[in-house]
């Protein structure tokens, strides 16, 4: 449960995805996290619904809400 305050950090889909190829070329999790200085366990979340689950997270990376007009 996130604590009163806590900030959360957003990572840019380029660099999930970029971590995610390089999780598929054989890098493990563990090296992933010390090199880029990225919680374990979300590296690991990255993975299930990126490689091992793709059909339960089908939205995933996309935003929600109404579309808005750009004039």
């Not at 563990?30 to 689950?53: M, Q, S």
């Amino acid at each position: 449960m996130a604590s009163k305050g806590q900030k959360f950090v957003k990572y840019t889909d380029e660099f999930v995805n970029e971590i995610v190829e390089q999780m598929k070329r054989g890098e493990t999790a563990y090296h992933l996290a010390k090199i880029n200085n990225i919680p374990l366990y979300t590296i690991k979340t990255w993975k299930r619904r990126y490689i091992n689950h793709p059909e339960l997270y089908p939205n995933t990376g996309t935003k929600r809400g109404k579309k808005k007009n750009l004039i």
